[in-house]
């Protein structure tokens, strides 16, 4: 399992090796690869630091486990809107297990520990707690941020991820945005008929999204579809590389 880190602090990307029964970085031993894993069926999983900080904080919080079906999501295999935080890796959907009265307690007490972006409205959901760490501004009125050539971030997986998805060049996955990412955003750009400046703004995330969300549900599989990730071509020379595995 490679567990991709977007580390905020340093703007570099880390990759770990763990199993699923291994605790996420940084995590301090809240969350396991699994939970966070949780429905996806792929073998390479993202996300940032803060996201994880933000858990570990949430969690002390709280004072006992939380239980987390719904974590991470790759869009390909959709289940969520189309720019939705899970397939950036910053999202949770929480406490299924609770009352009513739990629930509106956990939901209360993250609207008001500043610690996360977005916490979702009961009207929303109900019967679950969803929170998110997602990165700010968006480029259109909510969802991803702008991202073009020398951006580093777990949103740059997720780029990656669906111009994999819809069939265009296999780029790997690594969260640098570098010429041949920007290449292939270009292409796609001319084949939309968006402004091609390499740019992925509100317009080309709208449109890329779509195209991707759910796509191999339904069974628009490309050379991705098996959810196994190989060499990224993007990354610079350097990148921090861990093996926990047992």
Not at 54 to 77: D, L, N, T
Request: charged share 15%; with cysteine.
């Amino acid at each position: 399992m490679t567990v991709l880190i977007y580390n905020n602090n340093t703007n570099r990307m880390e990759t770990y090796y763990l199993s699923l029964n291994d605790i996420m970085p940084y995590a301090n031993s809240t969350l396991r690869v699994r939970e966070f894993r949780g429905a996806s069926s792929s073998q390479v999983l993202w996300t940032d630091r803060r996201t994880m900080e933000a858990w570990v904080r949430f969690r002390a919080m709280w004072g006992s486990p939380i239980f987390v079906p719904y974590a991470f999501k790759r869009i390909g295999e959709g289940g969520h809107s189309d720019q939705s935080q899970h397939y950036a890796g910053t999202s949770f959907d929480v406490a299924q297990n609770l009352d009513n009265a739990s629930r509106a307690r956990m939901r209360s007490m993250a609207a008001s520990s500043g610690l996360w972006t977005y916490v979702e409205p009961v009207a929303i959901s109900p019967t679950w707690v969803h929170f998110d760490k997602r990165a700010t501004p968006p480029a259109c009125s909510a969802g991803y941020p702008m991202l073009r050539q020398g951006s580093i971030s777990n949103y740059v997986a997720v780029l990656q991820d669906a111009l994999e998805t819809i069939g265009l060049v296999k780029i790997g996955i690594d969260g640098y945005f570098g010429p041949l990412t920007a290449n292939t955003v270009r292409t796609f750009q001319q084949q939309q008929g968006l402004t091609v400046d390499g740019v992925v703004g509100c317009q080309t995330w709208a449109r890329l999204t779509k195209l991707a969300n759910g796509r191999w549900r339904r069974g628009q599989f490309t050379n991705s579809a098996a959810l196994v990730e190989t060499v990224a071509l993007d990354r610079p020379h350097m990148q921090k590389t861990f093996c926990l595995c047992q």
